[in-house]
């Protein structure tokens, strides 16, 4: 079981700020501790190698596939389910469209139909631009942030890191998930909280990014197509990446998939 998270501890001051705003600093280790009795896990922290080792012209969607297979490969791991969060549920929808040595995939907070490419491209443009202009508001100016005011937040990662993600959604500018569902066959599990729904204001261009919407409209579209669909009630984007809503979901439906599975000598 390969899981795109970071098991390092984080600062007490950002640890805190995380809570604020719903998130949970512990959601690494949690997961770890929570799968590995049943699964090995292999832990990796992708997002955070590319915050630290950006590739502002190179971040597509072959060269994430690429980076992934890399890394099973270190590990060791033929045979691997991959679950990822939000853009890391893309990659490893990008993954499973590349390999066939995936046994499951588990997007949570990013819909495998109607994906909102288009408004993330908008976003990450406007985060690049911020990025360029040395974080769109100057510090001494910067107010605090009340949790959850999106709107309102200021750029603080470098041009090269926001161009990376430029890059991606360019990249994915025409890419078409309805004509990609025929092609997997893997099982496969998508979820988001019924709230996430992210709305940014003038500086984001006026943009709207929908995750729960498309999971509820299309759910028969996805069910259809092979997909197990759920949805839950109350969270917003970061709430639904708590390991108490994820936790439970992963723990539940993989160890079903896995009697086809063949494994190695």
Known sequence: ML???????????????MRAWGADPDLGPTLVSGLSGTF????VDYEGHRMASPAPSTLTPENVAADLLAIADAAGADRFAWYGY????????QLALRTDRLWALVMGGFPPLDGPYEPMLAVTMAAHAMSAAGGGVPASEAAEVEPGDWDSVTVQTSED???????????????????????LAIPRLCFAGSEDRIEYGPRWGDTTVRIAEPLVSRR??????????????GLDHLGAMRAEAVLPLLRAWLPR???GVTRPE
């Open 161 to 183: 890191q926001t161009r990376q993600f430029v890059t991606l959604y360019e990249a994915l500018r025409r890419f078409d998930d309805a004509a990609a569902l025929p092609a």
């Open 86 to 93: 939000s853009w890391l549920a893309l990659a490893g929808l």
């Open 220 to 233: 028969a579209d996805l069910e259809r197509a092979g997909w197990d669909v759920e949805v839950l009630p």
């Open 40 to 43: 090995r896990v292999v832990a």
């Open 3 to 17: 899981l795109a998270v970071r098991t390092d501890p984080y600062e007490e001051a950002t640890a805190a700020s």
């Open 257 to 259: 998939q896995c009697a």
